[in-house]
């Protein structure tokens, strides 16, 4: 499966964003999907998880009443809603394909890997 992240942007602290990613070539309802990011110099984390009927969700702490994961199954696609941005979100952010129809938040649960999408948040 090909996984086509976008929707990344330039920012200021306080404003909202919507991530899309849109897989293609391979199943997609059947499995979770997940948002990791990586900012420079850090090491990639975990984000937020849903479950393939889209009735499940696991956030990081960080993004947990502030990030919004959800699917529609029916186009193929993931979004992950943004909101009260900070600059410590600043980071690339990638969407994946989990092994099976849910995942926690460790990256080797998933399977296939977007190219990610530039978030940067300004104060």
């Known amino acids: 499966v090909q996984l086509q992240a976008s929707g990344g942007g330039l920012v200021q602290a306080g404003d909202s964003l919507r991530l899309s990613c849109a897989a293609s070539?391979?199943?997609?309802?059947?499995?979770?999907m997940g948002w990791f990011r990586q900012a420079p110099g850090k090491e990639r984390e975990f984000v937020a998880t849903?479950?393939?009927?889209?009735?499940?969700?696991y956030y990081a702490g960080s993004v947990k009443g502030r990030f919004t994961i959800s699917r529609d199954n029916a186009k193929n696609t993931v979004f992950l809603q943004m909101d009260s941005l900070k600059p410590e979100d600043t980071a690339v952010y990638y969407c994946?394909?989990?092994?099976?129809?849910?995942?926690?938040?460790?990256?080797?649960?998933?399977?296939?890997w977007g190219q990610g999408t530039q978030v940067t948040v300004f104060q």
């Open positions: 070539g391979g199943a997609f309802s059947g499995y979770g």
């Open positions: 849903v479950n393939s009927s889209g009735g499940g969700t």
């Open positions: 994946a394909r989990a092994r099976t129809f849910w995942a926690g938040n460790q990256a080797s649960e998933f399977s296939s």
